[in-house]
């Protein structure tokens, strides 16, 4: 190896190891110092998977007919209990009932009724984690054995990207509402193979098909007054609120959250999604195994090393070659770099992993940041390691 060489690559190490401090002393700050709080929840509400999602690049014309979902609207229990047993006469696989019946001091006929057929076993029935406890039925509905949670992950971000599908609760085992009506739906092989028992204890990424627009959507008037035994066999079928069928619902944010399909990238005003459609993405990304995998921590830093490494011997050769105008040439190599970043973490995305560049990005642009300096960072380095560090004059 030419000497050239030699003492160029060996200055692009120590460079690039006083920029991998630099990036390692910027994250700790940005985690710990209060200063930045406002920073970190300003980017609890974007992610680089909300342009994916947003822009519809996933974008699958089909529908899924196997999920069926049913709007109860505004009705009252006396409705909810005739749609629920119309759709245990047609037969379907599972249904999920995501409705969370409130205590009544007085109960009813319909009460009497719906209790009974809440103890089918093809019913998941739903509770809600908070802080005070568990949100459950009222006790006159008794206990269903196929109770799960609704709650979909347990931070504090307020775009619904990721779920948790396993949950333990005072030494108990708990699915998710999801998680609970594939484990019902599809069987017990497909589940032990795919080993969501363990995959889905942490949390896991939604890969969102659609909106209400993906699915079939059935209202009370179409199950009370038309033959659906036939459309509903076999299937799964979620009971939930989708909105008042005679009003705008654009500005209706009861059991709705903000997703990553939400046209607004930043500064999202509106809630995009139903609690129960989100439900039905994560059933159809469950039953057809089109899990989002993640790039693990490691690689990820490894990754970003290689790319500071490497960023750091062109940055260097620019210095040496272009002295006069090495600053507007490291900028044109770092907008050409994290271009051709993006859209290589959108192809990965395209093939459900996702790779998070913007630590790669900070990486490159912060070991690039600091040339004009060059020199006399490598000769207090010299001095304080006691240590000769070849550099370029």
Known sequence: MKTSTKRLLTSAFYSSLVSCIILGILSIAFLNIRFFNPFEKAFQDFSFLDVYFSEQLNEDPSINSEIVLVNIEKHDRTVITSLLNSIIKADPKVIGFDIILKEKKLHDAADSLLARLLKNDKIVTSFEITEQGLIKNDDFFGHNPNESFVNFNFNEENVIRKFLGVKEIDSQIYYSFAAKVVQKYMSQEYWIKQDFNNKLKSEQYINY?????KFPVLSGTDLLFNEQDLFLKDKIVILGYLGVSDMVND?????????????EITGKSDRDMYGAVVHANIINMLIKNNTIKTISNFWLILFTILSIYLSTVVYLRLYIKYKDTYGVRIQIYQLIFSIVLLLTSFWFLRNNIVLKPILIILGII????YFEYHDEVFKFLSKKLNIKINHYE
């Open 251 to 263: 500005y209706d944010i009861e059991d709705k959250e903000w997703t990553p399909l939400n046209k």
């Open 209 to 213: 098909s659609g909106n209400l627009e």
């Open 366 to 369: 912060v070991s690039g940041s």
